[in-house]
C-alpha cells in the first residue's frame, strides 16, 4: 500500500511567502501589529496582536517543522545522503508553513460565516505571561490527556 500524500507535500511556494500570506489573512482579521520570530536565520513562528472584545491580546503561531520532516524521511529508503537531507528539511519548512496557511484560512472562513469568533479559533495560540502558548502551558501542566497524541512541543521552548 502505497504511502499516503501529506497535505500540501508538493508545494514549491517558499515558506516567507506562505508566511507573508498568513500575515495578510491576520490584518484583514483585524492585527495590528505582526512579528516574525526566526531561528537559525529561517522563520519558525509569528506573533500578532489583535484585539479580543476589546482587549489587546498577543498570540504566537510557531511552526512545527519536525514532524513533517520525520515523515518525509520516513519515507525515503536506504541511506540519505546529505543532499537528501537539506531538500527533505527545505520540503518540510514549505509544507508545514503552507498547511498553517490553509488552517488560517479556514479558521478565518469560519469567522467570516459568524460560526466562530476571531479570539476562539486562535484562542490555542493566546500567548501566557510565561512566554508559551495557553495550548503549551496546559499541556506542559499535564491539564492535557496524555497519550500518543500528546503534543511534541518545539525544541526551546518551555517545558
Known amino acids: 500500500m502505497a504511502a499516503r500524500t501529506l497535505f500540501m507535500e508538493t ?14 489573512e491576520l490584518v484583514k482579521a483585524g492585527a495590528t501589529s505582526v512579528n516574525t520570530d526566526y531561528e537559525n536565520g529561517q522563520i519558525s513562528g509569528l506573533r500578532w496582536v489583535m484585539k479580543i472584545h476589546g482587549v489587546d491580546q498577543l498570540f504566537a503561531m510557531p511552526v512545527r517543522v519536525a514532524p513533517i520532516e520525520k515523515i518525509l524521511r520516513s519515507r525515503r529508503k536506504g541511506i540519505i545522503n546529505v543532499n537528501d537531507v537539506a531538500r527533505l528539511k527545505e520540503q ?21 460565516t459568524g460560526m466562530a469568533e476571531t479570539g476562539e479559533v486562535f484562542f490555542a495560540y493566546i500567548q ?6 495557553i495550548f ?16 511534541r512541543l518545539l525544541p526551546g521552548r518551555q517545558q
Open 11 to 24: 508545494t514549491q511556494v517558499d515558506a516567507s511567502r506562505s508566511a507573508a500570506e498568513i500575515v495578510a
Open 92 to 112: 518540510a519548512v514549505r509544507v508545514a508553513w503552507r498547511q498553517l496557511l490553509r488552517w488560517t484560512q479556514a479558521q478565518m472562513a469560519l469567522v467570516q
Open 128 to 133: 501566557a505571561p510565561s512566554g508559551q502558548t
Open 136 to 151: 503549551e502551558a496546559f499541556a506542559n501542566q499535564g491539564t492535557l490527556p496524555a497519550g500518543d497524541d500528546r503534543p
